[in-house]
């Protein structure tokens, strides 16, 4: 049994330092793959493939010639009976093609390799390299190689076509995507394409083992089936080929497809099952369980199906979690619809009902949306603010889109001597009443969460009072939802310390992984807090211990028992257990309890009500 392409889960998440590393080595499971030149510096700049860009491997006869310069240019190696000729003229890669695009042979394939691309999504990838490319294409074999993503074409003019996208798109980074672009022998699945009367035999076996009623089909031990061990028919579904028919049976006859059960197949890739996605997008209910899939990784490949159901108990990647809970978020995070996992019913996703808009009342008055949406957003807010007046506002990179905005507005008056205490944050205000310059309104507007997270890092540290917090839910759909927060906080340092502060913050987000909420648009507006909101600001204070109920707290110690259960909404004395049990070290009391929380190991008994 042979991969189409393997990886490792630390070859994805490492790429940009070892793809040179690994780029020009061959992969023992690859199918299709004869010898292929290392890439160089300098292909990795320009994306032409130079003859001196060649690599010698040992063993290897090399033959060049040059005929015509700049017209005709090539270089054939020599393994075997396999010659790969890597072109760069593109009326030479043209004429290779010949008067018949159908004859299979080597030089009517071109095998397509994406650098880096074993970082995105299969269909977000074909997808954007199809909206650049001049022609359509159809990737057959698509798969991931180490760091790479590697499919087929079969046309000189579709191959011409695609290296003419290289470096025209670009990721969420802002990175160019290069593609490499290889004459190549006949992919796997085209090589050993089932015959048909194969085909017509696996296309009889799997019409017996469809449930109409139910739409599903059980494919459990395929391999196996006597109808097809009779043939002398050998489908393993590891095999390009093998999974290929199958998918393309299920299309054409099951299109309506609701439940598939690959259990018990040995599966260990999903690169071709993956093709599913695009094919029978129907699907709800997957059983992979039984199989040697290893890392949850190989899911990743998956995404695109909206499924409300996965069996997966009896794959060693079950084994690769520390608990339950662990393994259920890391699965949820591949498939956030997911209802049922290993047949236990999972917890609802959070998610709105509907086409229409309406707006919610606010949370502390008489709201009357989901109580699970509601928790989610003051969970947010808690761990958030949490986050925010601990220091460390790198851990909020976290809470933002990769392109979100952020604007901070004051009403900044020179004249009002009330206002001068708030010039920490004159600086960062686009207060666009005030603004006359149009460069200012640009600068003003961070853009990117590490231009947010910069920006945050320099205003006014602060300690904001959660029990202040009125949290107005104000509109939402099935993929937005904003909400705003008023509060007060205060500074906790340089020449304004212990000054008050209201503010109201506007959140516009969306769903994200793991059932939470990602920042896309952040609009916060800060004012100087009037004598009432700065009397009632912080107004629980702790208690004086008693030696029969507690040992003696230094101020300091007092004064970080009453800011965490500000912060936490704890009652006083389990804000300073929590505190005593980690060494008083407040950023790892605070990671601790988020920890706990989010575990639901902590008594309500712990909390201070909420009115």
Not at 77 to 85: K, L, R, S, V, W
Request: proline share 5%.
């Amino acid at each position: 049994e042979h991969n189409g392409g393997g990886s490792s889960h630390q070859g994805r998440k490492k790429v940009w330092s070892s793809f040179r590393g690994n780029f020009g080595k061959r992969n023992p499971h690859d199918e299709q793959d004869g010898c292929e030149p290392q890439l160089s510096q300098c292909q990795e700049d320009d994306g032409t493939v130079m003859m001196r860009d060649i690599q010698e491997y040992p063993q290897v006869r090399h033959t060049s010639y040059s005929t015509r310069r700049n017209k005709r240019r090539a270089k054939w190696h020599n393994e075997g009976h396999i010659h790969i000729t890597v072109w760069r003229d593109r009326k030479l890669l043209k004429r290779q093609m010949g008067e018949n695009t159908q004859d299979g042979t080597p030089g009517s394939w071109f095998k397509i390799t994406i650098p880096y691309g074993g970082k995105y999504d299969k269909t977000w990838l074909v997808n954007s390299i199809q909206d650049h490319c001049s022609v359509p294409f159809t990737p057959v074999d698509f798969h991931y190689v180490k760091n790479q993503a590697r499919f087929f074409v079969q046309d000189a003019g579709i191959a011409s076509a695609l290296k003419d996208v290289s470096y025209k798109i670009c990721d969420e980074e802002n990175q160019k995507i290069s593609i490499f672009v290889i004459a190549s022998n006949v992919p796997y699945s085209v090589r050993y394409k089932l015959k048909p009367k194969e085909m017509k035999q696996l296309k009889l076996t799997m019409h017996k083992r469809y449930d109409v009623f139910h739409e599903a089909l059980d494919l459990q031990s395929l391999r196996f089936d006597p109808d097809l061990v009779g043939h002398d028919i050998d489908i393993i579904l590891n095999r390009r080929n093998c999974m290929a028919a199958t998918l393309q049976i299920i299309e054409e006859n099951f299109p309506e497809l609701l439940s598939l059960n690959l259990s018990n197949n040995k599966l260990y890739q999903l690169d071709g099952l993956s093709d599913i996605i695009q094919m029978v997008p129907t699907v709800k209910i997957l059983n992979l369980s039984k199989n040697e899939l290893t890392l949850v990784w190989e899911l990743n490949k998956m995404k695109g199906l909206k499924l409300e159901e996965l069996w997966l108990d009896g794959n060693p990647l079950c084994n690769t979690f520390p608990d339950q809970s662990t393994y259920i978020s890391a699965i949820k995070d591949c498939f956030p619809k997911l209802l049922r996992l290993d047949g236990q019913e999972l917890s609802p996703p959070v998610t709105v009902d509907t086409d229409t808009h309406y707006l919610i009342k606010p949370c502390k008055e008489s709201y009357k949306g989901s109580e699970t949406l509601k928790s989610l957003v003051l969970q947010f807010l808690q761990q958030y603010y949490l986050m925010y007046d601990s220091g460390d506002h790198q851990g909020l990179l976290g809470a933002y889109h990769h392109e979100a905005c952020f604007s901070l507005t004051i009403p900044f008056n020179p004249e009002d001597q009330a206002l001068s205490s708030l010039c920490g944050y004159f600086k960062e205000s686009r207060n666009m009443k005030k603004l006359k310059d149009p460069y200012l309104w640009v600068q003003l507007l961070k853009h990117t969460k590490r231009d947010i997270v910069c920006s945050l890092g320099m205003l006014p540290k602060t300690q904001h009072d959660l029990s202040s917090f009125v949290v107005d839910m104000w509109f939402q759909t099935e993929m937005m939802l904003c909400f705003s927060v008023n509060g007060v906080f205060k500074e906790v340092e340089g020449r304004s310390q212990g000054s008050v502060r209201a503010f109201t913050r506007t959140f516009i987000v969306t769903p994200a992984s793991n059932s939470s909420i990602c920042i896309v648009n952040d609009e916060l507006f800060v004012r100087e807090a009037t004598p009432s909101e700065t009397q009632s600001a912080f107004s629980i204070r702790v208690p004086t211990p008693t030696s029969s109920s507690m040992p003696t707290l230094s101020q300091e110690q007092q004064e970080m028992v009453q800011a965490f259960s500000t912060q936490s909404g704890m009652k006083l004395e389990w804000s300073q257990k929590c505190l005593q049990d980690n060494e008083w070290n407040y950023t790892r009391a605070g990671e601790v309890f988020t920890m706990l929380k989010n575990e639901g190991k902590i008594p309500e008994e712990a909390f201070k009500q909420i009115i």
